[in-house]
């Protein structure tokens, strides 16, 4: 397999019509990406689109239902992540995970240190090694000092490092720049292509696709957990990769239902909290569904945690029907009518070892009270107004939470918040990892509520889902607002520009 | 799917409130097995052992555990949030020392005893203040004061002990209620058995307990005062030690810096015992009051067989021990099951996530 005088035209890799499923929910439809040696592939997609799930199945982590994956023209199949990295291999993360408490040699050598006389470990050799494969790659950094303190991108550079001694023919870098600086992204390019140069190939994972262009040889396009086409670089332009990314019609997915716009709920003003997010403000009116975009990582949930006050932010007010809101007090809030639906549903929305019937109830306990006592039959009245209401699949109102589909737990946290009567909604990524039909009874679901007069604030990485379903488009960008849209402007490609582009002028 | 969920309408749907039988919900519980085996002890020793079935033997049982059933109610409620309070017996000591000196300086009981409760209140404010605003782990925060508390109370009396209590407390503190064997101490500890089962099993604070246990962040999530809440319960458990090292004085007719060494465990033994989980979030007081009978009777009954009391610790250390595997056990086994039908549920294509 390490074999680096075979044919240069045999593709490195090559899957074609890969089939991955998790339950009900297809995570890759036909996911195919054809790598040629001495080349850098782009793959890009919207969240969701199945790069991930791709990568984890040549990373031998995920075992692919259907479908075809040939390295070096040989069929293979991985069952661990071991098989994968034996057969040439390597995944580089957007975190990379080193020893903190071991010297960069140690963590290159992990596992495999080169032994000498008695089997005893032979640090020179190792030390060596390493410092000849930082000269090749051009970087300076010293192999003894303690990995602990080194920078995202020294930490990239020394698994990138660890590739190398393992003589990896394929490397696979997940969003290797969400987390570095303009200088070190020059250097890891400087990199990955001595890389390329060496006859190795890369895929390189972004949605920046200004580093796309400048960097990359070809680029595949992925939606839907599909594969859509793939194209020379040189071919193609951001409008072109934009279209195919969203390629769609957006509007026919949700039935919108029309609601009539009132006044001011949600005021926010100027928030600020260092390193998180920079002055942001913006207005939700009853009725009216604001939809809030970017990337994963740009600092929507830490904003709307701020407003909720489980997050902590250094200035700025919150405001709900003209009364501030205090800072970091959650039941506050609660008490003004703001409920939040957080993004992950299992660790924030509900007790997965507690009862359907007390997860509903969580936040209307001491509503529900009789003389400050309270008891099951109590809770499970209430519970399973809301239960039907939400048409919660379960077995029983006693159920443990945990037993629920993903669907179902979801709507389990959407009736614990719709059930303390909110006049604020905010729902963090309503439906992430839920199965298609579950989705569009979610959107139906907020729409109705906005109809009814609420107002909406929704986080979410989907762009149709936002695009569908929202009044009024904000997006985010490393912790700032880049754009607003109306409905009427809010096109895939705006958003997506706003959502990734770096400011020209700063 | 259907069309429109019909949101705000009338409920469409009929969900039954529990999954299994009343008889089945009461009966497979950890709770009722620890009962069980209560009544299993009390019967055996009743038959097998000399004297145990007497009311002397009731009267002297109580006495002696009521110490304990005081201060495993607030202990239930700390271990059910995943907190603990070590620091249980050496309050009981200091607030023996304090009732002592209130006494020798003068004072009419009641007032001493009061100003004893009082610093035991004080003692769980501090143990709460250092868990919720310092954000230290209370296992760490309670060794620490087990030492201080037991460090003051030893200070300030020395080696010697103050048994000059006016008979009539004395005498009420070992008194049994008119034409029983039973102890008056009964009475309060059935008024505050009554506030702490209420309070865990019947009120918002209470439910919010064990969603502390089970998840602090869907806790706060929920608008509950995770901070405030344990403050509190340090607190309650305070002045309950503090209760109890009156109670302790007098039964024993005795103020010593040295009370009570070590029933922080053996309060905690039974609070694992009766079925509350160390990791929090599980647990009913019921079981909890099972369990300090279990091993205060179970104890008691080995005493009167002639059994020698450190054979004794080792037949309850096992009890203990077994009691914890076992629910371990169940509780895997609980999960393997759950698995396995997961598993098939799978197959089928009816469940399942992505990641």
Same mark, same amino acid.
């Given at each position: 397999?390490?074999?680096?005088?075979?044919?240069?035209?045999?593709?490195?890799?090559?899957?074609?019509?890969?089939?991955?499923?998790?339950?009900?929910?297809?995570?890759?439809?036909?996911?195919?990406?054809?790598?040629?040696?001495?080349?850098?592939?782009?793959?890009?997609?919207?969240?969701?689109?199945?790069?991930?799930?791709?990568?984890?199945?040549?990373?031998?982590?995920?075992?692919?239902?259907?479908?075809?994956?040939?390295?070096?023209?040989?069929?293979?199949?991985?069952? @661990?992540?071991?098989?994968?990295?034996? &057969?040439?291999?390597?995944?580089?993360?957007?975190? $990379?995970?080193?020893?903190?408490?071991?010297?960069?040699?140690?963590? *290159?050598?992990?596992?495999?240190?080169?032994?000498?006389?008695?089997?005893?470990?032979?640090?020179?050799?190792?030390?060596?090694?390493?410092?000849?494969?930082?000269?090749?790659?051009?970087?300076?950094?010293? $192999?003894?000092?303690?990995?602990?303190?080194?920078?995202?991108?020294?930490?990239?550079?020394?698994?990138?490092?660890?590739?190398?001694?393992?003589?990896?023919?394929?490397? *696979?870098?997940?969003?290797?720049?969400?987390? /570095?600086?303009?200088?070190?992204?020059?250097?890891?390019?400087?990199?990955?292509?001595?890389?390329?140069?060496?006859?190795?190939?890369?895929?390189?994972?972004?949605?920046?696709?200004?580093?796309?262009?400048?960097?990359?040889?070809?680029?595949?396009?992925?939606?839907?957990?599909?594969?859509?086409?793939?194209?020379?670089?040189?071919?193609?332009?951001?409008?072109?990769?934009?279209?195919?990314?969203?390629?769609?019609?957006? +509007?026919?997915?949700?039935?919108?239902?029309?609601?009539?716009?009132?006044?001011?709920?949600?005021?926010?003003?100027?928030?600020?909290?260092?390193?998180?997010?920079?002055?942001?403000?913006?207005?939700?009116?009853?009725?009216?569904?604001?939809?809030?975009?970017?990337?994963?990582?740009?600092?929507?949930?830490?904003?709307?945690?701020?407003?909720?006050?489980?997050?902590?932010?250094?200035?700025?007010?919150?405001?709900?029907?003209?009364?501030?809101?205090?800072?970091?007090? $959650?039941?506050?809030?609660?008490?003004?009518?703001? %409920?939040?639906?957080?993004?992950?549903?299992?660790?924030?929305?509900?007790?997965?070892?507690?009862?359907?019937?007390?997860?509903?109830?969580?936040?209307?306990?001491? #509503?529900?009270?009789?003389?400050?006592?309270?008891?099951?039959?109590?809770?499970?009245? &209430?519970?399973?107004?809301?239960?039907?209401?939400?048409?919660?699949?379960?077995?029983?109102?006693?159920?443990?939470?945990?037993?629920?589909?993903?669907? !179902?737990?979801?709507?389990?946290? /959407?009736?614990?918040?719709?059930?303390?009567?909110?006049?604020? /909604?905010?729902? =963090?990524?309503?439906?992430?990892?839920?199965?298609?039909?579950?989705?569009?009874?979610?959107?139906?679901?907020?729409?109705?509520?906005?109809?009814?007069?609420?107002?909406?604030?929704? *986080?979410?990485?989907?762009?149709?889902?936002?695009?569908?379903?929202?009044?009024?488009?904000?997006?985010?960008?490393?912790?700032?607002? +880049?754009?607003?849209?109306?409905?009427?402007?809010?096109?895939?490609?705006?958003?997506?520009?706003?959502?990734?582009?770096?400011?020209?002028?700063? | 799917?259907?069309?429109?969920?019909?949101?705000? =309408?009338?409920?469409?749907?009929?969900?039954?409130?529990?999954?299994?039988?009343?008889? #089945?919900?009461? /009966?497979?519980?950890?709770?009722?097995?620890?009962?069980?085996?209560?009544?299993?002890?009390?019967?055996?020793?009743?038959?097998?052992?000399?004297?145990?079935?007497?009311?002397?033997?009731?009267?002297?049982?109580?006495?002696?555990?009521?110490?304990?059933?005081?201060?495993?109610?607030?202990?239930?409620?700390?271990?059910?949030?995943?907190?603990?309070?070590?620091?249980?017996?050496?309050?009981?000591?200091?607030?023996?020392?304090?009732?002592?000196?209130?006494?020798?300086?003068?004072?009419?009981?009641?007032?001493?005893?009061?100003?004893?409760?009082?610093?035991?209140?004080?003692?769980?404010?501090?143990?709460?203040?250092?868990?919720?605003?310092?954000?230290?782990?209370?296992?760490?925060?309670?060794?620490?004061?087990?030492?201080?508390?037991?460090?003051?109370?030893?200070?300030?009396?020395?080696?010697?002990?103050?048994?000059?209590?006016?008979?009539?407390?004395?005498?009420?503190?070992?008194?049994?209620?008119?034409?029983? $064997?039973?102890?008056?101490?009964?009475?309060?500890?059935?008024?505050?058995?009554?506030?702490?089962?209420?309070?865990?099993?019947?009120?918002?604070?209470?439910?919010?307990?064990?969603?502390?246990?089970?998840?602090?962040?869907?806790?706060?999530?929920?608008?509950? !005062?995770?901070?405030? +809440?344990?403050?509190?319960?340090?607190?309650?458990?305070?002045?309950?030690?503090?209760?109890?090292?009156?109670?302790?004085?007098?039964?024993?007719? !005795?103020?010593?810096?040295?009370?009570?060494?070590?029933?922080?465990?053996?309060?905690?033994?039974?609070?694992?015992?009766?079925?509350?989980?160390?990791?929090?979030?599980?647990?009913?007081?019921?079981?909890? *009051? &099972?369990?300090?009978?279990?091993?205060? @009777?179970?104890?008691?009954?080995?005493?009167?067989?002639?059994?020698?009391?450190?054979?004794?610790?080792?037949?309850?250390?096992?009890?203990?021990?077994?009691?914890?595997?076992?629910? @371990?056990?169940?509780?895997?086994?609980?999960?393997?099951?759950?698995?396995?039908?997961?598993?098939?549920?799978?197959? %089928?294509?009816? @469940?399942?996530?992505?990641?």
């Amino acid at each position: 397999m390490t074999d680096t005088v075979s044919d240069p035209a045999t593709p490195a890799l090559e899957l074609s019509r890969v089939v991955k499923s998790f339950g009900p929910v297809v995570a890759l439809r036909s996911g195919s990406l054809t790598l040629q040696k001495g080349s850098i592939h782009a793959l890009i997609g919207e969240n969701g689109a199945g790069k991930s799930t791709l990568v984890k199945i040549v990373a031998g982590l995920y075992r692919r239902d259907a479908g075809d994956f040939r390295l070096e023209g040989d069929p293979v199949d991985f069952h @661990s992540t071991a098989q994968s990295k034996a &057969a040439g291999i390597a995944v580089i993360y957007q975190e $990379p995970t080193l020893f903190p408490d071991l010297s960069v040699t140690e963590n *290159i050598f992990m596992g495999r240190q080169p032994t000498g006389r008695l089997g005893r470990i032979d640090r020179k050799a190792m030390r060596q090694e390493a410092t000849e494969i930082f000269e090749r790659l051009g970087v300076r950094i010293d $192999p003894d000092r303690l990995t602990e303190g080194l920078s995202i991108a020294d930490q990239q550079i020394i698994e990138i490092a660890k590739a190398i001694s393992l003589d990896a023919r394929v490397l *696979i870098m997940d969003e290797p720049t969400a987390a /570095l600086s303009g200088v070190e992204v020059e250097r890891l390019f400087a990199v990955a292509r001595q890389l390329r140069d060496e006859g190795r190939a890369l895929v390189f994972i972004s949605h920046r696709f200004d580093e796309v262009f400048e960097l990359c040889d070809t680029v595949t396009v992925m939606r839907d957990g599909s594969y859509i086409d793939t194209m020379p670089i040189a071919e193609t332009s951001v409008d072109d990769l934009v279209r195919l990314m969203v390629g769609r019609d957006v +509007t026919e997915m949700f039935p919108k239902l029309e609601a009539e716009i009132g006044d001011d709920v949600l005021v926010v003003e100027g928030l600020n909290q260092k390193g998180v997010f920079k002055n942001i403000s913006f207005s939700v009116r009853s009725g009216e569904i604001v939809g809030l975009a970017g990337l994963v990582g740009a600092g929507r949930s830490e904003v709307v945690r701020a407003i909720f006050g489980v997050d902590p932010y250094e200035s700025g007010t919150v405001k709900v029907n003209g009364k501030v809101l205090p800072k970091d007090n $959650p039941r506050a809030a609660m008490a003004e009518g703001v %409920a939040l639906v957080p993004e992950d549903r299992r660790k924030q929305g509900q007790v997965l070892d507690q009862s359907v019937a007390l997860n509903i109830t969580m936040a209307i306990r001491n #509503r529900l009270a009789k003389a400050g006592l309270i008891w099951s039959s109590i809770e499970n009245e &209430a519970a399973a107004i809301w239960a039907s209401r939400l048409e919660v699949k379960t077995a029983a109102l006693d159920a443990e939470g945990g037993t629920l589909s993903g669907g !179902n737990q979801q709507k389990v946290v /959407l009736a614990k918040w719709l059930a303390s009567n909110p006049k604020v /909604l905010i729902i =963090d990524e309503p439906t992430r990892g839920i199965d298609v039909g579950t989705k569009a009874e979610v959107h139906r679901l907020i729409s109705k509520l906005a109809q009814e007069g609420l107002a909406i604030l929704m *986080i979410s990485s989907e762009l149709p889902e936002v695009l569908g379903m929202a009044d009024r488009v904000l997006v985010m960008r490393a912790g700032e607002i +880049t754009g607003e849209f109306d409905r009427s402007e809010a096109t895939p490609e705006a958003v997506m520009f706003a959502a990734t582009a770096e400011e020209d002028v700063a | 799917m259907s069309t429109s969920a019909a949101l705000l =309408d009338k409920p469409t749907r009929e969900y039954k409130a529990y999954q299994h039988s009343a008889l #089945r919900r009461v /009966l497979v519980t950890r709770e009722s097995a620890i009962i069980g085996l209560l009544v299993l002890v009390l019967v055996v020793a009743s038959i097998g052992v000399d004297n145990f079935a007497s009311p002397l033997t009731l009267t002297f049982l109580i006495r002696e555990i009521a110490p304990i059933l005081f201060i495993a109610l607030p202990m239930t409620l700390i271990i059910i949030t995943e907190e603990i309070d070590l620091s249980v017996a050496s309050t009981l000591g200091l607030a023996s020392v304090i009732t002592g000196l209130g006494v020798q300086a003068g004072w009419p009981l009641p007032v001493a005893a009061l100003l004893a409760i009082l610093v035991g209140t004080l003692a769980g404010a501090i143990n709460g203040s250092l868990v919720t605003f310092v954000g230290l782990p209370s296992l760490a925060v309670t060794i620490g004061t087990l030492a201080l508390f037991r460090g003051i109370a030893v200070g300030l009396l020395g080696t010697t002990a103050i048994s000059t209590f006016p008979d009539f407390w004395t005498d009420l503190a070992r008194a049994n209620i008119p034409a029983t $064997p039973v102890p008056v101490i009964i009475i309060p500890f059935l008024v505050l058995l009554v506030v702490f089962a209420t309070l865990l099993h019947f009120t918002p604070f209470g439910r919010s307990l064990y969603t502390i246990g089970l998840n602090k962040e869907v806790a706060s999530f929920s608008g509950i !005062n995770v901070g405030m +809440t344990k403050f509190w319960l340090f607190v309650m458990s305070g002045a309950v030690s503090g209760l109890a090292g009156v109670y302790f004085t007098l039964l024993y007719n !005795n103020s010593r810096g040295d009370n009570a060494i070590g029933m922080e465990l053996q309060i905690i033994a039974a609070v694992l015992l009766g079925g509350v989980s160390i990791f929090g979030g599980r647990g009913a007081m019921h079981g909890v *009051i &099972a369990g300090v009978l279990l091993i205060g @009777s179970l104890s008691s009954a080995l005493r009167l067989a002639g059994v020698t009391s450190d054979i004794i610790n080792v037949i309850v250390g096992t009890v203990l021990i077994l009691s914890v595997v076992s629910a @371990s056990f169940l509780a895997w086994l609980r999960t393997k099951r759950i698995a396995a039908v997961g598993k098939k549920k799978g197959q %089928a294509g009816s @469940s399942g996530d992505t990641a």
